[in-house]
């Protein structure tokens, strides 16, 4: 679990929908995405005197009990079988109670969040690709050079100097997109619109969180 700190007590877990595009009062037009939003269960309040800082532990979701281990069947056991559970830090623990219950109606339209998922795995690509290289001369002698690396520097030290931007493994990356705006809350449904675009493929896992003013 990545523990996050959060001044302003709004959070919750969901998933991706997909993207659609919002006409505002004024008539233009914004690229936005549906988010299906909890609801998830507190299941755990930790203190600054018992635990040495504050937080709060939610869970989302459900799956079959035999697939969840004995540890975290313990830790839930008087709430249910939870798929996912994610800690967040909170400025004063207090205003949370073990086994409530968030949904969207957490969230007004006009507030301001941060969502947190992992971005789209592109598996091993070139330099061009993942770096933004802009390849190798096409002519004077060149041949096959179009999206090589070309040299590393590497002649004097004898190595490859750490940080050296490479062909590698691309996405799968933990990503924060901050000030999106919330456009839309529909609670009977439990979706929320948020302004712009979201890390993840469709049903990937977010964490939404109210940005302090």
Known sequence: MVPVVITAMKFILGRKENMVSFVGNDGLATAATLLSVGPVSIVQVKSKSADSYEAVQVGFGTRAIKNISKAVQGHTKDLGSFAVIREFRVDDASAFKKGDIMDASLFAVGDIVTVTGTSKGKGFQGVVKRHRFKGGPRTHGQKHSEREAGSIGSTGQQKVSKGRRMAGRMGSDRIAVKG????????????????????????????IKAQAN
């Not at 705006?181 to 529909?186: E, K, N, Q």
């Open 180 to 207: 999106l705006r919330v456009l839309g809350v529909d609670t009977t449904n439990g979706k929320i619109l948020v302004s712009g675009c979201v890390p993840g493929v469709r049903g990937a896992l977010l964490e």
